[in-house]
């Protein structure tokens, strides 16, 4: 057991201060990320909308995304990852605070919009950050391994706080309490985090931009197209997978909470050292993305294995083996195949392959179970990841 436990203590060794401070301060926002778990709940039993209505506004939560990782890449290119994250988080707190007063449809849909591009201007600039602060990109796998822990870690604890806020004070408490752990942040990332005078160096050719831009490069261009097939099934397990459990198997709303709390307790026990593991057997940045494909597409053809509840654990299981070695390596490939100078945007097009797959991904599972039932679709799933 000791020796277990100094193995994953020695994943962590070696890692940047800044790359800790900036884990913290992630974990901070994140564990205050509660609106968008609870949002549709929120918009149909406080603002009356109806289901078609709710629809259109998470299409704006798509779109916004998507506008707010381009705008977030330029920025990183002109302005730095520093200035552009500490402006994303405190701004995109003021956001959320404000979204409460909101109560047209139309006030909705372009709150959610302006909301989710402050948002996600903050995401290209990350994962430049992950690469700048890993000694020459040595490190760069494990910074966002680190990251996503934080990220995965928040994520368990933020819908936690939010139903707990939600049953004993109100709905509109998860708004302030999002946006003010986002002020927090940026504010904490401000005061402990300064950019490195070695970074300069990086400062200076980003006028410079060496290589074609992302969307001249075929090959990236490729890797992208892979990527939003891959998000588009993701997604699935946190829209009609959900409805799967319910409906086919029966299983209420604390149960299913359960099992998706498998998804995050693996990543934080397990990534890091999972990775560190990969990096020791060589494994490279392309076939570590493939075998995350790979696991992924198993987790949704084991369900038409049987209709036992073990079944669902299994899926649930492959689900984040796939995610753990598919999502950290697939963002240090992409990084991996920039420019110098062109870091911010080429990181600014990988996340805008998730935003992209928000928009198509969520509406087409709806529909697709709907005229073809599950089984067809989680068949359909693995056909297309297999494909990619």
Known sequence: MRTLYNGYIGMFQGLSREIWILSFVTFINRAGAMVIPFLSLYLVSEKDLSLPEVGWIMSCYGLGSLFGNYTGGILTDRIGFYKTIVFSLFFGGIAFMLFQYLNTFVSLCIGMFIL?????????????????YGDEGKLTTRNIGLIRLAINLGYSIGPVIGGFLIAKVSYNSIFWFDGLT?????????FLLKPKKTI???AKPLVVKEGPPPMKNKLYLVLMLIMIINSIAFIQYFSTVPLYYKNYHGLNESTIGWILFINGALIVLFEMPLIAWLEHL???KTMATFLGIAFLAISFIVLNVSDGFYILIIGIVFMTLGEMIGSPFSNSLALSMAPKGRKGSYMA?????FSISQIIGHNAGMNAIHEFGYDKTWVFLFIILAIA
């Not at 989710?116 to 700048?132: E, N, S």
């Not at 986002?182 to 401000?190: K, N, R, T």
């Not at 097009?349 to 392959?353: E, G, K, R, V």
């Open 116 to 132: 989710m591009f402050l948002v996600d201007i903050y995401r290209p600039g990350i994962y430049v950050a992950a690469d700048i």
């Open 182 to 190: 986002c002020v927090i942040a940026s504010l904490l990332l401000f």
């Open 200 to 202: 300069k160096e990086d």
């Open 282 to 284: 060589k494994i490279t």
């Open 349 to 353: 097009i990988y996340s805008m392959t």
